[in-house]
């Protein structure tokens, strides 16, 4: 349901009236605040051809809280939004398909007190389901998956792990793994970059994703793997 594109942690145990009310367990080194915030422009590549771009946003609100948007044109046309303390602790979640009047809202999503609740609507019939699911302690919503795994401790061979939830695969466990620096190069440069990969392991199947952030200074995505074969890259980005 993320499609999508790019694909969002710890050093104090912190929560707020709004969120799950837990502490997260997401990672010991893991924390937001690691995170540059902005505006990020994608190019989305499929077999090398051109699919379209997405423009995500990380913004700081107030003391705990940070906000991540994508819009996505072209070929994935989306809109989603995800709220999440700065230990990754989800608050809240929507997301919409298509672009203009084709817009149509998918699911809207609170979490709170370890649990998911909220309302998607059934692909096949349009009709509205209700969600109301309990989660794990370790919870990420999985719009901002990709965050967490790019802000653990950049030091090859790291190993980290937490889970992810969406409204309609549900839990879904991540284990993932620091692979090593790398040189990246995208539309908005050559970069010094490190390489995270981890596995989201699904009900039916498992997917795999790659992610490399610059090796120095606020994390940025700069490059993400698809496990179909899609590529996002970072054409530019503002303060």
């Known amino acids: 349901m993320r499609y999508a594109l790019l694909s969002v942690t710890v ?20 924390n937001a605040e690691q995170l540059k915030t902005g505006r990020f422009l994608y190019r989305t590549l499929v077999n090398g051809k051109d699919a379209g771009r997405s423009e995500i946003s990380i913004s700081k609100s107030g003391p705990n809280k940070f906000v991540f948007t994508n819009h996505v ?8 939004e995800a709220i999440a303390t700065a230990v990754f ?53 999985q719009r901002i998956d990709w965050d967490p795994a790019m802000s653990q401790e950049l030091v090859p061979g790291h190993e980290f792990s937490f889970s992810v ?12 793994r620091v692979v090593g620096p790398e040189t990246v190069n ?21 997917e795999t994703y790659q992610v490399f952030t610059n090796a120095k200074g606020p994390r940025i995505l700069l490059k993400e793997e698809f496990p179909d074969g899609a590529i996002g890259e970072l054409v530019r980005f503002n303060e």
């Open 11 to 30: 050093l104090a145990l912190a929560t707020t009236g709004s969120s799950m009310g837990h502490s997260s367990s997401v990672g010991s080194r893991a």
């Open 89 to 141: 602790v989800p608050v809240s979640a929507k997301l919409a398909f298509g672009e203009g009047d084709k817009l149509r809202s998918r699911f809207e999503l609170n979490y709170r007190e370890e649990r998911a609740t909220g309302w998607r609507l059934e692909k096949s019939t349009g009709n509205k389901i209700d969600i109301d699911v309990k989660v794990l302690p370790d919870t990420v919503d």
């Open 186 to 206: 995208v539309p908005a440069g050559t970069f010094a970059a490190i390489r995270i990969v981890y596995r989201m392991e699904k009900p039916e199947h498992n």
């Open 165 to 176: 939830f969406d409204p309609v695969t549900q839990i879904s466990r991540v284990t993932g």
């Open 73 to 80: 044109s072209g070929a994935f046309a989306q809109r989603w």
